[in-house]
């Protein structure tokens, strides 16, 4: 088997898939209590380890069938010290279910990749706060000792690189960028933004992206934007910064998030146009490599993804 470690495939060129949106599947289609969304949490019995992989061997077969490349996302947006507390994690334990997660990646990965599908094993690291609301904001330095533990974890358990979603301000995206650095680690930082296209905190995406750039000298191997509908974002893509943006994990439905927030039903928008967006953002943007979702959507949508971007054979 290839080993992928500080050899990301999918600089070369893409595409690369990766999944949706993991918890609102297993939320409002399997119909799981997922308390605070931590979906690692289902990583303590067999039962919901088992749901993972099946979550996990869906979307990777639609790479499979595509031919692309598949990015294995882990399961751990929630798994950091102050969510884990509220779950009731030990720190101890908190570092098991970390390295469950990344060992069920490596399981995944020997059991499914080909020669025609790559897979990369993505340490996911999640915001201190709310996804959608940039809350209290730390300093770099407050973030970077806040992130390092999970993040050293990851590298001690040989995944590839380290994914920070859902980033919603530039002083946690620089920290989780040099805990990363740090740890010898290539990192991807991914924003949220908000329908008009900036951060939670007000930053544009070309400002942010500056920002973490000057503050970690350009450490991060790409951007991506997530958490967003495309329409909400479109229109900021404008400039030579936007070469640094490698990916997209677009929401499925057009609700700002404090719509999504107080919504009872689940929004999942209409996968087949979400297809022909994020097609004509990749006709634009042909460096636009790794492509999933977030909030709404599940395999169908990534499924009309990989067709409308004329990755199916």
Same mark, same amino acid.
């Given at each position: 088997m290839v080993k992928y470690r500080n050899r990301l495939p999918q600089l070369a060129g893409g595409p690369f898939l990766t999944d949706g949106g993991l918890e609102t599947t297993l939320v409002f289609h399997?119909? #799981?209590? =997922?308390?605070?969304?931590?979906?690692?949490? =289902? =990583?303590?019995d067999e039962a919901g380890t088992a749901t993972l992989r099946d979550y996990y061997r869906l979307h990777a077969g639609i790479a499979l069938k595509a031919g692309t490349g598949f990015v294995l996302e882990s399961p751990t947006w929630r798994a950091s010290p102050?969510?884990?507390?509220k779950l009731g994690y030990s720190a101890n334990a908190l570092d098991a279910a970390n390295r469950v997660a990344i060992r069920l990646m490596h399981e995944l990965r020997a059991e499914l990749e080909s020669e025609r599908s790559p897979m990369v094993i993505s340490g996911c690291v999640g915001p201190r706060g709310d996804g959608y609301d940039a809350g209290k904001v730390m300093s770099p330095q407050e973030a970077e000792a806040y992130h390092a533990p999970q993040i050293r974890i990851y590298a001690e358990e040989d995944a590839d690189q380290i994914t920070a979603v859902t980033m919603t301000n530039v002083n946690e995206a620089i920290g989780v960028t040099r805990a990363a650095t740090a740890a010898?680690?290539?990192?991807? #930082?991914?924003?949220t933004v908000e329908t008009d296209g900036r951060l939670p905190t007000g930053d544009t995406l070309k400002d942010a992206i500056a920002a973490v750039d000057a503050a970690t000298g350009n450490a991060p191997a790409y951007y991506m934007i997530n958490c967003a509908h495309p329409d909400h974002f479109d229109a900021a893509l404008e400039g030579d910064w936007v070469s640094r943006i490698g990916g997209i994990r677009a929401n499925a439905s057009r609700c700002s998030h404090a719509e999504l927030d107080e919504a009872e039903e689940l929004d999942a928008g209409d996968p087949k146009e979400l297809g022909s967006l994020y097609a004509a953002l990749c006709r634009r943007f042909p460096h636009f490599t790794v492509l999933g979702g977030c909030c709404g959507t599940d395999h169908r949508h990534v499924e009309e993804i990989a067709r409308a971007t004329a990755v199916f054979a």
């Open positions: 399997d119909g #799981i209590d =997922l308390p605070h969304f931590a979906a690692f949490d =289902l =990583l303590k102050d969510w884990g507390t010898g680690m290539p990192v991807v #930082i991914s924003f």
